[in-house]
């Protein structure tokens, strides 16, 4: 007679948690482009956020939930900037949030330019990006 204990053969423990894939990007956003300023011979049309957030997946990195912030981003401008515009975005501000222990206790604290000061064991949560949109014309 055999016995099997520990084993997980009749569904103990967690089931394994889903992988982290970005928010995609969709197809009447793949023209607007990122500059890294403001760009010349442009019209302003506003503000857009793009976010994405971990939630209850695994294996994210800050390149790939920024990724995803910046291809949301991307779908919210072409939103805004309409069909048959060559439309730019310029980012205006990152922020990172991250679940870490400080002291005894796990906070959400802001983690865009890494962990703070006496915070331990960080695990990614979301990232947020505020762009403006501009309307540099017609296709």
């Known amino acids: 007679m055999v016995f099997?204990?520990?084993?997980?053969?009749?569904?103990?423990?967690?089931?394994?948690?889903?992988?982290?894939?970005?928010?995609?990007?969709?197809?009447?956003?793949?023209?607007?482009?990122?500059?890294?300023?403001?760009p010349y011979n442009c019209k302003i049309l506003g503000e857009v956020e793009g976010k994405d957030n971990v939630g209850d997946r695994s294996g994210a990195t800050r390149e790939l939930l920024r990724e995803g912030a910046i291809n949301d981003l991307r779908n919210e401008a072409s939103y805004v900037a309409g069909e048959?515009?060559?439309?730019?975005?310029?980012?205006?501000?990152?922020?990172?949030?991250?679940?870490?222990?400080?002291?005894?206790?796990?906070?959400?604290?802001?983690?865009?330019?890494?962990?703070?000061?006496?915070?331990?064991?960080?695990?990614?949560?979301?990232?947020?990006i505020h762009a403006q949109v501009f309307d540099c014309g017609e296709k």
Do not use: H, W
């Open 84 to 128: 048959g515009k060559r439309a730019m975005i310029a980012i205006t501000k990152e922020e990172v949030k991250c679940i870490a222990t400080i002291g005894k206790a796990r906070q959400n604290v802001d983690c865009t330019n890494g962990l703070p000061n006496g915070a331990t064991n960080g695990v990614l949560v979301s990232q947020r």
């Open 4 to 38: 099997l204990t520990g084993c997980g053969l009749f569904g103990g423990g967690e089931p394994p948690k889903t992988p982290y894939e970005p928010k995609k990007l969709e197809a009447q956003a793949r023209g607007i482009t990122v500059a890294k300023s403001t």
